[in-house]
């Protein structure tokens, strides 16, 4: 029976290099592989799904209007099909999910699902909310905080590396950037931020 997985981490564990790796080896014993990735990440390039030591592959670009039953059906009418592979899914919706159970459940194509489990704020992204919940297997990646443990938080940090606290969930290609901690520091980091606005208030009034 195919199964649906959620590989999750923190920023910078490398989900989307062992999902490039993970196409290569099938597409190496030659088997079909269909690509996904979220349409509003273009950092890559549009419809590219792309690491930071310079893979890169094209995928289908998914949004709210795409069905994704619905178009691996369509997919396979042309060739046949081994494994779907999704990048950046803690954008998927909820219903997304459901339509990836649906294409491991009724048409026995496995589904490799890759993303951040939460966000800057430590609050679950709806698609990794899905996933952790309707997932047949979940791994973790193991990302890496500058204290050496483990890193499970993603801070978002401004030009000037102080901590962000508040936002939209997704902003992708603004001036902010990540950083992966481990909860501890990402915490530390989080008071030290509001000690400093609080601060630059009281020098202003």
Request: aromatic share 8%.
């Amino acid at each position: 029976m195919a199964k649906l997985y959620f590989y999750y981490s923190a920023m910078n564990a490398g989900k989307s290099t062992t999902l490039l790796q993970a196409d290569f080896n099938y597409r190496e014993r030659g088997m079909e592989t269909m690509l996904w990735t979220a349409a509003h990440d273009d950092r890559s390039g549009a419809g590219t799904i792309g690491s930071r030591i310079a893979l890169s592959a094209p995928a289908h670009a998914y949004d709210d209007s795409v069905d994704l039953f619905r178009a691996v059906g369509e997919e396979l009418k042309k060739r046949s099909l081994d494994c779907i592979l999704v990048d950046e899914a803690q954008f998927l919706s909820q219903r997304h999910v459901l339509e990836l159970c649906e294409v491991a459940d009724s048409l026995s194509i496995p589904v490799l699902c890759y993303g951040l489990r939460t966000d800057f704020q430590g609050k679950l992204f709806p698609g990794s909310a899905a996933l952790l919940a309707l997932a047949d297997s979940l791994v973790e990646l193991k990302a890496v905080c500058e204290c050496g443990r483990k890193a499970t938080m993603n801070l978002r940090v401004d030009a000037d590396g102080h901590a962000v606290a508040a936002g939209a969930q997704t902003e992708i290609g603004g001036n902010d950037r990540y950083v992966a901690l481990c909860r501890k520091h990402f915490f530390e980091r989080l008071r030290e931020s509001e000690a400093r606005q609080l601060s630059l208030g009281l020098a202003r009034r």
